[in-house]
């Protein structure tokens, strides 16, 4: 596509219910990342993918988040038994290298 | 770990006058920096970019920063501000060479008035 999508761009749900979010990069961008950004904040890091795989998870906040891409293109970040800490607006970026990152609009997420 | 620090949050100018935007950032070799912009209701745009060579480096909207390897920083210069640069402005680094992650500082939101 155009520009890097992400679904849905809001959502709100109970606390303790599960979520997830979809990121669809930028044909041909190999490096795909996820940022969280809460209200008057920069974006937060929270993973980045090379291909399928992780390349780096270090900024997963606990063992509730995890991500995934399994083909090496659309990306899904997965939250289970959300808490309202973890409202924010989730980032989705993809680049074809050296950091220069396109960014989607984000997925708000509020946790009831 | 790699750092930025933005040490304005909020700064305000009139319209016709220059805009300076501070950056310092932390890291243990030459990295690569960057300047996005967010305006309401739209995503981070990404402004310039420094990888290496001339430290002043032009971007988009009229916008330049000059990286100071003495300094630690990546200020963000505008020699006239529209009242259309309102918006907010995210210093970022990264490891220099390839795919590497990116780290953003906490931003400074500014305020045009006519």
């Known amino acids: 596509g155009a520009g890097v999508s992400q679904t849905p761009s809001n959502k709100v749900t109970e606390k303790g219910k599960y979520v997830e979010l979809r990121c669809d990069p930028i044909s041909g961008h190999t490096a795909l990342y996820w940022y969280r950004q809460s209200l008057g904040q920069g974006p937060e890091f929270l993973i980045y993918f090379q291909g399928t795989g992780a390349a780096d998870d270090s900024g997963l906040p606990n063992d509730r988040f995890f991500a995934v891409r399994p083909e090496g293109s659309v990306s899904t970040l997965k939250i289970q038994r959300t808490e309202r800490g973890d409202s924010a607006v989730y980032l989705c970026?993809?680049?074809?290298?050296?950091?220069?990152?396109?960014f989607g609009e984000g997925s708000r997420l509020t946790v009831l | 770990a790699q750092s930025v620090t933005q040490p304005d949050i909020h700064i305000t100018v009139s319209e016709g006058a220059s805009l300076e935007l501070r950056c310092n950032y932390s890291?243990?070799?030459?990295?690569?920096l960057f300047w996005y912009v967010q305006s309401p209701g739209q995503g981070l745009q990404l402004l310039l970019k420094y990888f290496s060579g001339d430290t002043l480096v032009q971007g988009i909207k009229g916008f330049e920063a000059e990286f100071k390897r003495s300094q630690s920083s990546f200020n963000l210069r505008k020699p006239s501000v529209h009242w259309s640069d309102a918006a907010e402005y995210f210093c970022a680094v990264a490891p220099s060479g390839g795919y590497q992650k990116v780290t953003f500082g906490t931003g400074t939101k500014l305020q045009v008035i006519p």
């Open positions: 890291y243990g070799a030459t990295p690569y």
């Open positions: 970026a993809s680049t074809r290298g050296s950091g220069e990152l396109f």
